[in-house]
Nanobody
């Protein structure tokens, strides 16, 4: 089972991007899903998370600008990023805290990352 991200790219400040992350393979259920990011020279930080109960959390720096959502039928989590700022520039990583698969439970699974660059 892998997490495959897409949707990153270069955008001007004030623009928008929609990131997607799909769990490939035979996946039955997914619990927590989230997005993290890591800028050059900085530690990886939480951006947003969503649970299978529908609750969401956001970093203060993205509240009101980013929206996380999920489609459990498609085993996909999205991040709609609006009003982008140069400081949002980072590699964005998808994470699944726990999922059940045909190979048993999988914990703390990460995608390969997708680059988001915001120009001023």
């Amino acid at each position: 089972v892998q997490l495959v991200e897409s949707g990153g790219g270069l955008v001007q400040a004030g623009g928008s991007l929609r990131l997607s992350c799909v769990a490939s393979g035979v996946v039955f259920t997914i619990a927590d899903m989230g997005w993290y990011r890591q800028a050059p020279g900085k530690q990886r930080e939480l951006v947003a998370t969503t649970t299978n109960y529908g609750s969401t959390t956001y970093a203060d720096s993205v509240k009101g600008r980013f929206t996380i959502s999920r489609d459990d039928g498609k085993k996909t989590v999205y991040l709609q990023a609006n009003s982008l700022k140069p400081e949002d520039t980072a590699v964005y990583y998808c994470n699944v805290g726990r999922m059940t698969t045909n190979k048993g439970p999988q914990y703390d699974v990460w995608g390969q990352g997708t680059q988001v660059t915001v120009s001023s």
